[in-house]
Nanobody, 127 residues
């Protein structure tokens, strides 16, 4: 069982930056692929980024590619989402998710692929 707790959300002006963190408790953090998803009011949850067991394997939604960076620190049981050049369209609740995997390169984009979820953290970008 993995418990995930996000932090780092807040209010920022367009063009600004934020770094989200997701701290995991429970065993074998290094055996999990990790993802970030977001959900804006009235919209469906959407994939943002994922990172494999090996940090060299990452995947991004087209809408955030080049602006967001996902990373992980296995020593701290934490996954990060560095967000730059934020736009009002990035406003949403951001949640992290984890899935136990056997391969280093697996970076699932589907929410249904993940086994564990955090509660989410609000990110609001003002214009």
């Amino acid at each position: 069982q993995v418990q995930l707790v996000e932090s780092g959300g807040g209010l920022v002006q367009a063009g600004g930056s934020l770094r989200l963190s997701c701290a995991a408790s429970g065993p074998s953090f290094s055996y999990y692929a990790l993802g970030w998803f977001r959900q804006a009011p009235g919209k469906e949850r959407e994939f943002v980024a994922a990172i494999g067991r090996s940090a060299g394997y990452t995947a991004y939604a087209d809408s955030v590619k080049g602006r967001f960076t996902i990373s992980r620190d296995n020593a701290k049981n934490t996954v990060y989402l560095e967000m730059k050049s934020l736009e009002p369209e990035d406003t949403a609740v951001y949640s992290c998710a984890a899935k136990g995997v056997n391969t280093a390169y697996y970076t699932p984009r589907a929410a249904s692929a993940y086994d564990y979820w955090g509660q989410g953290t609000q990110v609001t970008v003002s214009s």
